[in-house]
């Protein structure tokens, strides 16, 4: 039997720089971060990752630092570079690398991407190291620095979800414990025992259980989907109840919802490729459920005429509660689509509503900390509906915002995801 070919060796720091430029470049031009990053050299994944999406936290700060340093806009490939090495070298607590060696680094990717360019990259980078508090206090004077310094620029808490079918959040943390791994548990009631928040994020390949489906990573304002669903005492789902999950891929909240109970899960998604992302999830925890790839609008097409007893409407939204994890986000969205997406939600919302049987409940929920995609949406909805058939649960989370001041849920050390949950119940 012959011996396993040993791992690809990590490409120099050059190389990394010249890939992130490539995925600012591209994010630029309207394509999402994750969909470059799954096309990236699979040796430089990890390390473009890393970089790159630092970057995109601070492009707005280095965008108009370059505009301050350089006013006429060169080129976009030395752009793109140059705003990478100047959000890398932006003073944060934890440095990703010594000043001096980004800036030899950079230029030695500029060597390769844009040899014209070399010695004008090695300057503004060099002045920049120079000059960096001046520069800095004139940056964040201005209105586009500091409104993109404000949100959403810290990295996110790296959370767990514990298989409640296999051990308990309390076990878990122990487990991390004795692999050298710091966590606590999130004290929160609503989260079952389940949720653990690491002290540092990891690849999920160094998680003990992971492969065998013991763990999956999912923030805790996402886990706040399965009680509200699932209900709890006297109002609990009873064994076998028929759930809805719609808009369901990746599959997260799917899964949450077969570990804590026994449901007959329908999961919709009307993407062909996100709907076998489903599927795969369920595949890795032992799971099952029916998953079909259709628009849950489209009801003549996939419904069988049995009423739900739960349905879970996680709707596609603008993700502005999540820029922190994807930060192409505020790069990619428009003005205007907000007002798309709220017109999508509205026929969700109208579209699903009837599938309720008398008693049941549905969960809304946005993964956005804007009102119209949460608050006022629900509003509207409600006002449609005849009078008393329809009650907005006093349970209800509304909006969580993503602020040090505003942990929820409870025990976290980091603050959660910005989310909106409505929970209502049809007479």
């Known amino acids: 039997m012959s011996a396993a070919a040993p791992p ?3 490409p120099p720091l050059s190389r990394l720089l010249d890939l992130s430029a490539e995925l600012v470049q591209a994010v630029r031009g ?3 971060a994750t969909d470059w990053l ?5 040796e430089a994944r990890a390390g473009v990752q890393a970089l790159g999406l630092d970057v995109l936290r601070r492009l707005g700060a280095a965008t108009e630092l370059r505009r ?3 006013p006429r806009t060169p080129p976009p490939a030395v752009d793109a570079l140059l705003c990478t090495a100047l959000a890398l070298l932006w003073p944060v607590a934890e440095p990703p690398y010594p000043d001096h060696t980004l800036v030899d680094q950079a230029v030695t990717a500029a060597r390769q991407r844009t040899p014209a360019a070399v010695a004008f990259i090695n300057a503004v980078l060099r002045r920049f190291v120079r000059e960096r508090a001046a520069w800095v206090d004139v940056v964040e004077r201005t209105p586009l620095g500091r409104a993109l310094l404000r949100a959403g620029n810290e990295r996110p808490p790296m959370t767990l979800r514990v298989n409640a079918r296999r051990s308990s959040g309390a076990a878990y943390v122990q487990r991390l414990a004795e692999a050298g791994q710091r966590a606590r548990l999130l004290d929160d009631p609503r ?3 389940c949720a653990v928040q690491l002290e540092r994020p990891c690849p999920v390949q160094q998680l003990p259980g992971f492969a065998e489906g013991e763990v999956s990573v999912q923030d805790a304002a996402a886990q706040l989907a399965g009680g509200l669903v699932l209900g709890e005492g006297p109002a609990a789902l009873a064994p076998g109840a028929r759930v809805l999950d719609a808009c369901a891929a990746p599959g997260g909240k799917t899964a949450q919802l077969l570990e804590r109970a026994e449901l007959e899960l329908l999961a919709l998604d009307s993407d062909a490729a996100r709907a076998a992302r489903i599927h795969e999830t369920l595949q890795r925890l032992h ?7 259709v628009d849950a609008r489209r009801v003549d097409a996939w419904w069988d005429g049995q009423p739900f007893d739960a349905i879970l409407l996680d709707a596609p939204c603008s993700a502005s509660g999540i820029v922190r994890r994807h930060p192409d986000i505020r790069w990619l969205r428009r003005a205007d689509d907000l007002t798309a997406l709220a017109r999508q939600q509205d026929e969700l919302l109208q579209a699903l509503w009837p ?4 008693g049941g409940r549905m969960v809304y929920a946005t993964c956005s900390i804007f009102k119209v995609e949460g608050e ?3 509003d509207a909805f409600l006002q449609r509906l005849p009078p008393g058939s329809a009650r907005l649960d006093a349970a209800s989370p509304g909006h969580l915002l993503p602020l040090a001041d505003n942990r929820t849920p409870t025990g976290a050390a980091a603050a959660p995801d910005g989310f909106f949950y409505a929970l209502m119940h049809k007479s």
């Open 8 to 10: 690809h060796p990590s």
């Open 30 to 32: 309207g394509r999402s």
């Open 38 to 42: 799954s096309r990236c050299p699979p």
């Open 68 to 70: 301050q340093l350089a």
């Open 191 to 193: 989260l079952a025992g």
């Open 287 to 293: 799971l099952q459920a029916q998953v079909r790839a």
């Open 355 to 358: 599938l309720l049987a008398p």
């Open 376 to 378: 006022q949406r629900i």
